[in-house]
């Protein structure tokens, strides 16, 4: 079972707790675990593909310059 602490009387009570049992104070709900981890994951991901993105239009300039560069080579 998941304890944590009661900030008034710093009681250890239930994770879950709405209401402190000694002091009998109203408790802040804790944020989910699961949520920022996967946004972590979803921003890594979108990290990853924005890198791969960027790595394929550099490449892409770089055979569109060489090609621009072919052809203003032949037209001379």
């Known amino acids: 079972m998941a304890w944590r602490v009661?900030?008034?009387?710093?009681?250890?009570?239930?994770?879950?707790?709405?209401v402190c049992r000694y002091c009998h104070?109203?408790?802040e709900p804790l944020p989910a675990e699961g949520d920022s981890r996967s946004v972590s994951v979803l921003?890594?991901?979108?990290?990853?593909?924005?890198?791969?993105?960027?790595v394929l239009l550099?490449?892409?300039y770089k055979e569109w310059k060489s090609w621009h560069n072919d052809v203003t080579d032949t037209d001379i």
């Open 43 to 54: 921003m890594a991901f979108m990290a990853m593909g924005a890198g791969a993105a960027l």
């Open 6 to 18: 009661c900030p008034y009387c710093k009681e250890r009570v239930k994770r879950d707790a709405v």
């Open 58 to 60: 550099w490449g892409y």
């Open 25 to 27: 104070r109203d408790l």
